[in-house]
């Protein structure tokens, strides 16, 4: 019943567009106020503690990263790059698209900054090549999602942190379910483009003009060979390469494509810190009302449940991606990390899963919730970039929602795809 109390206050505030961070702070300060005598002063005590991790440096670093990449002229080159490569196919320009959320994903390791940088850059080339508009920014939106699976990537460092597991390899295991979903949403984009007409946009490719693009983009080629090479190779931490990813972001836009000028400075800085704030915002409330769950044995309670079902692991499985796919489409991606991990990490152990496969079973589910409604943070950002309308959005994402929700089934059962690389 003091369960029931607890999730009744917080789906209220949730009713009353109270907004997550102080929702999930303030139905944790009035369930221990109506049940416990617990002094308030553990409140900010528990905030801080949840923010006093070394992992979870990486975060902000990676956020800022992500800015300077953004800023920085990188994500031309990167667009180049991959016109060069399949530009000339069917529904070309969409593939370039995808390709270089791929590309953009695994420097800036953020979903909306992957969906506004490439967005910005390629949904007017599209429209006015013919394509759909709603389409172009529906296909944005879901390709901006490898930002979070795609290593380096900020949810699965705060997986790594809340789960206790490496985060190094993390971000092997993230490498092939990117890929691959980002193969997948090519596929999409190719029967889609058959179908309504799109061909090639752009003039025939060749050797020379790829080894040119190729030169251009380089120095943003090797940033993730810099970053994940490093820490793959032990020369340092991820919460270090998140540093490294920072002085390498800035010196190649400042000093070598010379897109950022030190007056703008200003603008990257104070807007990388009002998203870290925000984040770990997030985070502390997030961890106190963890703390609530755990000593109202929540996690424990819910995982001997879903393990006494009579039913089999593939049923328990299941179950756990209808749990993530139903928070993801209202709750923010790193608040459900948070909430999640505790309550639903027992249960996959108790099937025997590795904690990093796991791991990346949440963050792909969760990353599906980043285009579903209600919320669908980068359907909101793809609408505000390509100039259209939330709902017609909504109505353009649904192939690629069916086709990433079938990723989804597959890397859950084959795990050999998120950890045959750490083999």
Known sequence: MSSLLLFGILIILFVLSVPIAIALGLASVLFLAFTADIPLISLPQRLFASLDSFPLMAAPFFILAGKLMEHGGISERLVDFAKSLVGQMKGGLAHVAIISCMFFAALSGS????????????????????????FATALHSAAGTTGIVIPPSVPLVLYGVSAGVSVSG?????????????????????????????GSDLERTNFKKIWASFKRASLALIMPIIILGGIYGGIFTPTEASVVAVVYGFVVG??????????????ILVSSVITTSVVLFIISTAGFFGMVLTREQVPHNVAQFITELDVSPIIVLLIINLVLLAVGT??????????????????????GMDPI???????????IGLITPPVGVSLFIGARVGNTTYEKLVKAIIPFLIVLIINVLIISFVPVISTGLLR
Do not use: C, Q, W
């Not at 979903?111 to 709603?134: E, F, Q, W």
């Open 170 to 198: 993390l971000f092997i295991a993230g490498i092939l379910p990117g890929i691959m979903i980002g193969l997948s949403l090519m596929v999409v984009a190719f029967i889609i483009s058959a179908v309504k007409g799109y």
């Open 111 to 134: 979903a909306a900054a992957t969906t506004a940088a490439i967005g910005s850059l390629l949904i007017p080339a599209m429209v006015k090549a013919g394509y759909d508009r709603n």
């Open 357 to 367: 496969h796991f791991g990346i079973i949440m963050i792909v589910n969760l990353s």
């Open 330 to 351: 209202f709750m923010e991606t790193i608040a459900s990390i948070i909430i999640l991990t505790p309550i639903l990490l027992p249960v996959a152990l108790s099937l």
């Open 254 to 267: 400042v000093f070598v494509y010379k897109k950022i000028k030190f007056k703008e400075m200003r603008e």
